[in-house]
């Protein structure tokens, strides 16, 4: 039997209807659910359902350890994408105009897999518009604000946050992975958990305001320096999910980050994997706030 359920990510409201044992695969989800009347438009909602394959044609494919996911567009021009795990295909998410609505269809294999992707994928072109990225970064508080560390893949920006866990009085992890960020018509930029946290399951639906951006890059040593500019701006983008050639999406991240990258604090921490590496960059960080 079919059954809806909706969800609130960062502000954005979003409503998914599968059958029920789905949401069985979607424990990750229950701190988000929209238990209120929903009186605000969705962002974009989610139909799951057996089917495919889909037919289309390739623009794009991305491939991170084990997993695949392809960009594609169908006869009809809607955009595809394409999930698989393993070599084995997850599933076909077909999307309508402005991805505002979505059909995604399985095929039996990782379906949890698919069903996520699926709503990432959605979540972060949906709302690219709305000044909200979705990063790829890992999030501590501490304070009552959110420190982001962004990196490329082995970085070590869990390794860093878990530093900070150890050896910072007060951290606390927010996100490990997928969090999001919104900045608001006043600049006020919030960073969000989600139901999206890679390896580490931390789900929490709480936000702050961003205290600080830190890329990181491995080191012989520790040395923290602060990003103006377009310094400030490049450090940004690898981190950011999004269809970049779809000019709209593009033009709604261009402007999430320039308003990050002239309003909040942005770092670069040279480091080692260890506790100074952690004291190194709240030490800088506190002395600027």
């Known amino acids: 039997m079919k059954v809806t359920r909706n969800y609130k990510v960062a502000g954005h409201l979003f409503g998914v209807t599968a059958e029920s044992d789905d949401f069985g695969l979607m424990e990750n989800y229950e701190p988000f659910v929209c238990q209120e009347p929903i009186a605000d ?59 505002r609505t979505g059909q995604l ?22 709302t690219a518009v709305s000044r909200t990225a979705l990063f790829h970064a890992a999030i501590v508080s501490n304070e009552g604000r959110g420190y982001m560390f962004l990196g490329k893949s082995g ?6 946050a878990r530093l900070w866990l150890r050896y910072i009085s007060g951290s606390e992890l927010v ?11 006043d600049t006020t930029a919030r ?21 600080a951006i830190v890329l990181l890059s491995q080191a012989p040593y520790n040395k923290m320096r602060r990003l103006k500019g377009i310094e400030a701006y490049a450090s940004l983008v690898p981190s950011i999910s999004g269809k970049r050639w779809d000019a709209q999406i593009a033009d709604g991240l261009h402007q999430t980050e320039n308003a990050l990258a002239q309003t909040v604090p942005v770092w670069h921490l040279e480091c080692l994997p260890d506790e100074e590496a952690a004291r190194v960059c709240w030490g800088a960080i506190k002395d600027k706030r």
């Open 155 to 160: 970085t070590g920006k869990s390794t860093h």
């Open 41 to 99: 438009e969705c962002a974009f909602s989610l139909t799951v359902q057996d089917g495919g394959p889909v037919p289309y044609v390739e623009e794009m494919r991305q491939e991170e350890e084990g997993q695949v996911i392809v960009c594609g567009k169908t006869a009809n021009g809607s955009s595809v994408f394409e999930f698989s795990w393993q070599r084995q295909i997850a599933g076909w998410l077909v999307c309508s105009d402005h991805y």
């Open 175 to 185: 996100n490990d992975d997928n969090p999001v960020v919104r900045v608001f018509p």
């Open 191 to 211: 960073v969000y958990g989600s139901p999206w946290s890679g390896k580490t399951p931390c789900y929490r639906n709480v936000s702050y305001p961003i205290g």
């Open 105 to 126: 269809f399985v095929t039996g294999s990782s379906r949890k897999m698919a069903i996520d992707n699926a709503l990432m994928v959605l979540y972060a072109l949906a």
